[in-house]
């Protein structure tokens, strides 16, 4: 079953792994702007990310979520503002996905987590979304989809990664 919740301290050993060594998920992220971390560097970086959003109010509304799927810490969903290449003065918010545990790939798990996020930021008042990706992230671009997305802006030839162009894609979501 997945289940969004709030980060535990025994995340950040996975998060150090994700950034320093199982980080093939980031081939599909946005690998334009990927650094390998250093583990020391990682971990006192997500320790202090957790002291920071630790103890926060139960009605606070998250901007970020961790993502368990049978008890097992598989990733995140996210919101954030800024949108690259297109004007949101109205703040809608966008949202995101990042599942590194590759074994859990194409099985729904993470249409399932973002259908939960977009539930959980619609019972907070929040009806539309956006969302980015690249042309290349045809897994991202098969969840919004499924979740009812609509591209809205395309920039062709717009992120190259390993040497080849591709697309910039925005898509939204108006519930």
């Not at 202090?48 to 993502?67: H, L, T």
């Not at 703040?91 to 399932?112: K, L």
């Amino acid at each position: 079953m997945v289940v969004l919740r709030d980060m535990t301290l025994s995340d950040v050993d996975d998060y150090v792994r994700w950034f320093t060594t199982d980080v093939g998920w980031m081939k599909m992220d946005a690998p334009w702007e990927t650094e390998i971390g250093d583990p020391e560097d990682e971990r006192k970086s997500w320790n202090e990310y957790f002291k920071s959003v630790q103890g926060a109010p139960d009605d606070a509304v998250r901007w970020k979520f961790e993502i368990e799927l049978d008890g097992r810490h598989i990733g995140w969903v996210s919101r954030y503002s800024y949108l690259d290449y297109l004007d949101n003065s109205e703040e809608i918010p966008a949202v995101g996905i990042d599942i590194p545990e590759e074994d859990v790939h194409n099985t729904g798990v993470g249409t399932e987590a973002l259908r939960l996020y977009l539930d959980y930021l619609g019972e907070h008042g929040f009806r539309s979304f956006y969302t980015q990706t690249w042309a290349g992230n045809t897994v991202m671009l098969r969840v919004a989809e499924k979740l009812g997305f609509r591209e809205v802006c395309r920039k062709e030839d717009y992120r190259v990664v390993d040497g080849e162009a591709y697309d910039a894609i925005t898509l939204r979501l108006d519930r």
